[in-house]
């Protein structure tokens, strides 16, 4: 045998252990894979009764001799069948995920009323989004899906009339209605901040919503004006909760229209003084603006007026308090700790949960100014002031000496009143 022979049987040799091996390898990245297919869990499909679900809950709430009456409604949804149809239908025609699609087997989805049901039950009563499976046949991503798009629908149709600032028509109904309620002339609410505990907070965003008055839970902070007749005219939510309410009130934009020259400049009198806007009370955390009246911390046993002026301060005060306590035991879903990851989730919910609210005090008839005017806001083609303009405003705004001017007016003109 010579030396070619040799070398040609060594590379067959070669030839034959690589493809030995690589057929091993072969079976067993299959077998591997055959054994991971077989342990996976499959997608179970859950046959909902699409149809008959629907029909259960007509005959229960909307059919024409339905079995629980006005009251039990308005329980049940936190609202009469006015707001309720009336939500229904708008967001029916302004969102496509709302209306009775056709499935590519051919099948009617879900429809608009149990989707709209299943959005006001999680935030009425907290659930999550299966809580209702049995009852509404839903599935736990439709609930969600559903209730992302109906706050979303909401804000966008209900928003600018629900969630206004005050136009000149507001103004001067707040003024009329506080004075004669309160005692307090240019009075346009009362302002405060509150919080909703966040549990589904990232781990890396822990630190920034903590504060350590607060214990160790994450939270977000909602600073809200509220009316005597609990209407919320501002709403400002998302600022991480290891803020105070000075911090929140520097990131608001309360005091933006004021200081472009977009809010109605609708003076009042108060002990013969005329001021150029109206004023908001406040606890004694807030700084001495002119647009805030705060109360008198410790006045003497012998002021009859300053403890007047004090008491009634602390009454009107509590009329945002009551608002949140309000709103919170409406929506339950703001009283428990928020379960979403993503924060605009939760401020669209806050905001929905808002403008519904609104919604009900003016089907109550309890709103002081129902009607809206859109005509009277702002419009984009109205001059604004200049940079200069601006700093003065805010220099005026600033000026603790106006603060304490304005609040002993308001004190002699209670007394005066009383």
Same mark, same amino acid.
Request: include cysteine; proline fraction near 6%.
């Given at each position: ?20 091996n ?17 342990? %996976? ?39 009469? =069948? ?49 809580f ?9 991503? *439709? ?22 600032k005050?136009?000149?028509?507001d103004?001067?109904?707040?003024? %009329? ?49 509220? *009316? ?10 998302g600022? *991480?909760? *290891? ?6 009130? =520097? ?7 004021? #200081?472009?020259?977009?809010a ?32 008198i ?6 002021? =009859? ?11 009107? %005060? ?9 709103? #919170? ?20 919910m ?27 806001? =702002? ?10 303009? %601006? ?28």
């Amino acid at each position: 045998m010579n030396s070619e022979d040799i070398m040609f049987t060594d590379t067959e040799g070669e030839e034959e252990v690589v493809s030995r091996n690589v057929n091993f390898l072969t079976r067993a990245m299959s077998l591997i894979r055959n054994r991971r297919r077989a342990n %996976r869990p499959t997608r179970s499909i859950v046959h909902q009764d699409r149809y008959g679900a629907p029909g259960h809950l007509v005959t229960a709430f909307f059919s024409e001799h339905p079995i629980y009456n006005e009251y039990r409604f308005r329980k049940t949804f936190r609202m009469s =069948h006015t707001i309720f149809n009336r939500i229904v239908h708008e967001i029916t025609n302004h969102s496509s995920l709302f209306r009775d699609n056709i499935d590519c087997t051919g099948k009617e989805g879900i429809s608009p009323l149990m989707k709209c049901t299943s959005a006001i039950r999680q935030l009425a009563y907290g659930i999550v989004p299966d809580f209702l499976d049995e009852y509404l046949q839903i599935s736990t991503k *439709s609930s969600r899906l559903s209730l992302d798009h109906f706050c979303t629908s909401v804000m966008e149709i209900f928003g600018p009339e629900y969630l206004r600032k005050p136009t000149m028509t507001d103004v001067l109904k707040l003024y %009329r209605h506080h004075e004669e309620k309160h005692g307090f002339p240019g009075m346009l609410g009362s302002l405060d901040c509150t919080d909703w505990e966040w549990f589904g907070c990232p781990y890396g965003f822990k630190a920034q919503y903590v504060r350590r008055d607060h214990g160790s839970n994450p939270f977000i902070l909602l600073e809200a004006v509220a *009316s005597q007749d609990l209407w919320i005219w501002h709403a400002f939510f998302g600022v *991480s909760g *290891s803020n105070n309410d000075i911090n929140v009130l =520097h990131q608001s934009p309360l005091f933006n229209d004021l #200081k472009t020259g977009r809010a109605p400049e609708i003076p009042f009198v108060a002990n013969g003084v005329t001021y150029p806007w109206g004023y908001y009370l406040v606890d004694g955390i807030y700084p001495e603006l002119l647009t805030f009246a705060k109360t008198i911390p410790e006045p003497s046993d012998d002021d =009859h007026k300053r403890i007047l002026y004090k008491q009634k301060q602390e009454a009107a %005060r509590k009329d945002v308090e009551r608002a949140f306590g309000v709103l #919170k035991k409406k929506w339950a879903i703001l009283a428990n700790p928020a379960r979403p990851m993503k924060k605009e989730r939760i401020m669209n919910m806050m905001y929905t949960c808002i403008i519904l609210h609104n919604m009900i005090r003016k089907d109550k008839g309890k709103a002081i100014s129902p009607d809206w005017y859109p005509e009277e806001a =702002h419009q984009p083609e109205d001059p604004e002031r200049s940079d200069e303009q %601006r700093r003065a405003i805010m220099r005026h705004i600033r000026s603790a000496q106006a603060h304490q001017n304005l609040r002993a007016d308001l004190v002699e003109h209670l007394s005066r009143n009383a």
